[in-house]
């Protein structure tokens, strides 16, 4: 695999992982900037770079890891041609980001999610992407060692925001709302919660190892004239599918208004 010196606009939640991920595939030469010079202090070994054109100057792949609202105003103070570039906004398209950007500037857009944190992130690459075929195998390998990578078309990239990249957050509530029913029900709340997180872990594994469907799998907790198919019940009365499709709707359109 060629290797390309990363670069890195803003130093927040996410370039932390992605950052993760570039030193367990074993490149130590990177180069950062962040408005917060404190935030660019915490990874160790990164050359800290005066400007976002310093940062374009200095390395080969440059991560765009700044708020999409800020993205426009990053991309304008960018005079260096010809690099490669890697969003990870939320619902900035490609066609937006080639427009603020010099003209002969090469983007990839993808999604990620943070449970790249600890090496279990879901990554969406958008294709086809302008980056040469080693950019691409290099951009893979590192995400490769910090999550799954999937494919789709540039037109399914709001679709995919609103099941990984949002979806931890969705997660995190059922678990809370499972953990905090337990507890009321005379659980201590640790334990209620360790139970919780368990329960996804295993069911995630489950789903994993079997190749079982989510419904043939339901189907063998719920048995016959047992308690699950009680809850069940509850979740189907009130349409808990449903308002999953409408919190995900509301979270696909957002990502296509963020593109306007
Ligand atoms: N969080 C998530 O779950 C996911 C986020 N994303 C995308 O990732 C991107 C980053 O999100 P996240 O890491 O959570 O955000 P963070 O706020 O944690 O990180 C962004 C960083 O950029 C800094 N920054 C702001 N303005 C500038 C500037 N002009 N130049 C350089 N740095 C600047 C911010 O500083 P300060 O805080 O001082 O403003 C902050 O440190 C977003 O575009 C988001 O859509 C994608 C998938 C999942
Ligand atoms: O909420 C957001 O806008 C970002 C993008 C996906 C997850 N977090």
Not at 55 to 72: E, G, H, R, T, Y
């Given at each position: 695999m060629?290797?390309?010196?990363?670069?890195?606009?803003?130093?927040?939640?996410?370039?932390?992982?992605?950052?993760?991920?570039i030193k367990q595939a074993g490149i130590t030469e990177l180069y950062v900037f962040d408005k917060d010079m404190e935030k660019c202090r915490a990874f160790d070994g990164?050359?800290?770079?005066?400007?976002?054109?310093?940062?374009?100057?200095?390395?080969?792949?440059?991560?765009?890891?700044?708020?999409?609202?800020?993205?426009?105003?990053v991309l304008k103070e960018i005079t260096v041609e010809g690099k490669a570039f890697v969003s990870i906004a939320a619902g900035i398209t490609v066609e937006k980001i080639r427009e603020l950007l010099r003209p002969a500037a090469r983007i990839m857009r993808i999604m990620?999610?943070?449970?790249?944190?600890?090496?279990?992130?879901?990554?969406?690459?958008?294709?086809?992407?302008?980056?040469?075929?080693?950019?691409?195998?290099?951009?893979?390998?590192?995400?490769?060692?910090?999550?799954?990578?999937?494919?789709v078309g540039g037109n399914l990239m709001d679709s995919v925001t609103g099941v990984s990249g949002s979806g931890p957050a969705y997660v995190y509530m059922f678990i809370d709302?499972?953990?905090?029913?337990?507890?009321?029900h005379g659980l201590p709340e640790?334990?209620?919660?360790?139970?919780?997180?368990?329960?996804?872990?295993?069911?995630?594994?489950?789903?994993?190892?079997t190749g079982d469907t989510p419904s043939q799998l339901i189907h063998n907790v719920c048995s016959p004239g047992g308690t699950t198919i009680e809850a069940m019940k509850i979740f189907d009365m009130n349409e808990t599918r449903g308002i999953i499709e409408w919190a995900v709707d509301a979270?696909?359109?957002?990502?296509?208004?963020?593109s306007k």
């Open positions: 060629k290797v390309y010196k990363p670069g890195f606009i803003g130093c927040g939640n996410m370039a932390s992982a992605i950052i993760g991920g990164a050359t800290i770079c005066k400007s976002v054109d310093d940062v374009v100057k200095s390395a080969d792949i440059i991560f765009l890891c700044v708020k999409p609202n800020i993205l426009p105003e990620p999610n943070t449970p790249l944190l600890v090496g279990k992130g879901a990554i969406c690459i958008q294709m086809p992407t302008d980056l040469s075929e080693g950019e691409q195998i290099f951009i893979e390998e590192i995400f490769s060692a910090i999550g799954i990578v999937e494919h709302a499972l953990a905090k029913a337990g507890a009321k640790d334990v209620s919660l360790r139970l919780a997180v368990q329960t996804f872990e295993g069911a995630c594994e489950m789903l994993k190892q979270c696909v359109a957002k990502s296509k208004e963020l």
